[in-house]
């Protein structure tokens, strides 16, 4: 295996962008109130969540608890959308959500629970007067602003959605399922990167159980991972292959993606691999707390779906594993939903996926390769929720029991 390279201290801003591939962020910026806002609740619109997956996602909070005000910079995006779809549908305890953009400031966002919230512009001031800040915005906001924010007059709580403070040994990473006791009380914390999220929820328990020794992890990621402008760019190459029989020339990915497939996510590092691979990497050493002997490795590809992240995983494990006892243990570990039926072809889709709070993971079977101590499986799960707002939220629901 090429050399892993270590972690940096911080992901500078820069370096988040998806350079030559990916033009714009991973997650959609503050300022990011463009982008086609039907194209994020397609998804949903094609696939209607089975109201047992979003049931059936633990609620960790107290009932007594409950805090003023939450916050979300960055509502109009992506992830914001979603993050306020969580507070409603969780029954968030508290009275008040406000949301920030800039340029979507002065509109306004009818919600279920929380009533016709108006749209601010971005203030220090405003943000501190609520007790959790939400963040889905770009690196370079929450590097200047996310420490600002975090203490003041309410001891505001800041979890950030960007890859601004992953890799600072300082912030908190977490995966409340896996890592959240202790650490949700932290000033500032740091949310994953989709694809480690998603993928974590299958890890972590044959990681406690079996103990891992390597992952290989081959992922195929939806356009929504590059925000809606990747999806955008994907709808319209299909719409207009549709009525012209071409697909136009891309203004966002390098390439064309409808009809093809990108083995390359963000920028190239210099063992050869992406950084959006050596993530997966950095971040699950660091949630899982893994020793520097377990290797990791992951190849990244962009695929022509709308929603949801699917991974091929392969591990390696110190102690004998079986198909059958993988199985039983993903059945009672959180977050996940097993879907390993190929005899009546039921398996782990992206489409299946999306929409929903649980990882489905199937295809499970002993590795040819690394014999009794080697599994096999693939996954799908959506990661603008699990991988991202979904993750932020139940981080703000434990953490409001702990205040």
């Given at each position: 295996?090429?050399t892993?390279?270590?972690?940096?201290v911080?992901?500078?801003p820069?370096?988040s962008s998806?350079?030559?591939?990916e033009?714009?962020?991973?997650t959609?910026?503050?300022?990011g109130a463009?982008?086609?806002?039907?194209?994020?609740s397609?998804?949903?619109?094609?696939?209607?969540?089975?109201?047992?997956s979003?049931?059936?996602?633990?609620r960790?909070?107290?009932?007594?608890?409950?805090?003023?005000?939450?916050?979300?910079?960055?509502?109009?995006?992506a992830?914001?959308?979603?993050?306020l779809?969580c507070?409603?549908?969780?029954?968030?305890?508290?009275e008040?959500?406000?949301?920030?953009?800039?340029?979507?400031?002065?509109?306004?966002?009818?919600?279920?629970k929380?009533g016709?919230?108006?749209?601010?512009?971005?203030?220090?001031?405003?943000?501190?007067?609520c007790?959790?800040c939400l963040?889905?915005v770009?690196?370079?906001?929450s590097?200047?602003?996310a420490?600002?924010?975090?203490?003041?007059?309410?001891n505001t709580?800041?979890?950030?959605?960007s890859?601004a403070?992953?890799?600072d040994?300082?912030k908190?990473?977490?995966i409340?399922?896996?890592?959240?006791?202790?650490?949700?009380?932290?000033?500032?914390?740091?949310?994953?990167?989709?694809?480690?999220?998603?993928?974590?929820?299958?890890?972590?328990?044959?990681?406690?159980?079996?103990?891992?020794?390597?992952?290989?992890?081959?992922t195929?990621q939806?356009?929504?991972?590059?925000?809606?402008?990747?999806?955008?760019?994907?709808e319209?190459?299909?719409?207009?292959?549709v009525?012209?029989?071409?697909?136009?020339?891309?203004e966002?990915?390098?390439?064309q993606?409808?009809?093809?497939?990108?083995?390359?996510?963000?920028?190239?590092?210099?063992?050869?691999?992406?950084?959006?691979?050596?993530?997966?990497?950095?971040?699950?050493?660091k949630?899982?707390g893994l020793?520097?002997?377990?290797?990791v490795s992951c190849?990244a590809?962009?695929?022509p779906?709308l929603?949801?992240?699917?991974?091929?995983?392969?591990?390696?494990?110190?102690e004998p594993?079986?198909?059958?006892?993988?199985?039983e243990?993903?059945?009672?570990a959180?977050?996940?939903?097993?879907?390993d039926?190929?005899?009546?072809?039921?398996?782990?889709?992206?489409l299946?996926?999306?929409?929903n709070?649980?990882?489905?993971?199937g295809?499970?079977?002993?590795?040819?390769?690394?014999?009794?101590k080697?599994?096999?499986?693939?996954l799908?799960?959506?990661?603008?929720l699990?991988?991202?707002?979904?993750n932020?939220?139940?981080?703000?629901?434990?953490?409001?029991?702990d205040?």
């Open positions: 295996m090429a892993q390279t270590a972690a940096p911080r992901s500078h820069a370096a998806r350079g030559a591939v033009k714009g962020q991973g959609v910026a503050m300022v463009v982008g086609v806002m039907a194209a994020m397609m998804g949903r619109a094609r696939n209607t969540p089975k109201s047992s979003r049931a059936s996602a633990a960790v909070v107290a009932k007594a608890s409950k805090v003023d005000c939450v916050c979300i910079l960055g509502s109009a995006g992830v914001g959308q979603e993050m779809k507070l409603e549908d969780r029954d968030f305890p508290t008040k959500v406000r949301l920030f953009g800039n340029r979507s400031a002065g509109t306004t966002v009818k919600s279920e929380f016709d919230i108006v749209v601010e512009k971005f203030s220090l001031e405003a943000v501190q007067e007790d959790i963040m889905a770009s690196g370079d906001f590097l200047e602003w420490p600002k924010i975090a203490g003041g007059p309410k709580q800041v979890i950030d959605n890859s403070w992953r890799y040994k300082d908190p990473l977490v409340p399922e896996i890592n959240g006791e202790g650490q949700v009380s932290a000033p500032l914390i740091a949310n994953p990167n989709c694809t480690t999220a998603v993928g974590a929820m299958a890890l972590w328990p044959i990681h406690q159980k079996y103990k891992l020794k390597k992952v290989l992890m081959s195929y939806a356009a929504s991972g590059a925000g809606a402008e990747g999806m955008a760019e994907l319209n190459g299909l719409a207009t292959w009525k012209e029989g071409e697909v136009p020339k891309p966002f990915f390098a390439h993606l409808p009809f093809n497939v990108i083995p390359q996510i963000d920028k190239f590092q210099e063992n050869g691999y992406t950084k959006e691979e050596m993530k997966v990497t950095w971040e699950l050493q949630i899982f020793d520097d002997d377990v290797k190849t590809v962009r695929v779906t929603r949801a992240h699917s991974e091929s995983i392969t591990v390696e494990t110190e594993i079986s198909p059958d006892d993988v199985r243990l993903l059945k009672s959180p977050g996940v939903k097993v879907v039926e190929p005899d009546s072809l039921q398996y782990p889709m992206p299946n996926a999306t929409g709070y649980d990882v489905e993971v295809r499970i079977r002993q590795s040819i390769v690394f014999g009794d080697g599994i096999e499986f693939f799908s799960g959506d990661q603008l699990r991988g991202a707002a979904l932020a939220v139940i981080i703000a629901e434990k953490a409001v029991k205040r």
